[in-house]
């Protein structure tokens, strides 16, 4: 089955951009590749420290199904 979570830990930098990503439980080797894929296009909100942006840790579960 190709079907599996994958759960990554990523910077989310001041620009919103993502940065640096971890693979913290990973399923099949592709899957974890288009996670880290996936997550990169993304774009987020950064966090703020007194109103101004900064880089952060953060981390989220992909999960990849069949239907």
Do not use: M
Not at 10 to 37: H, Q, T
């Amino acid at each position: 089955k190709w079907e599996g979570k994958v759960y990554l830990r990523f910077k989310v930098l001041k620009s919103g951009a993502v940065g640096e990503v971890l693979v913290e439980k990973g399923a099949r080797p592709i899957l974890n590749d288009a996670a880290v894929d996936a997550i990169k296009r993304c774009r987020f909100v950064p966090a703020k420290v007194k109103g101004e942006a900064v880089d952060c840790w953060t981390s989220q579960e992909l999960r990849f199904k069949l239907h």
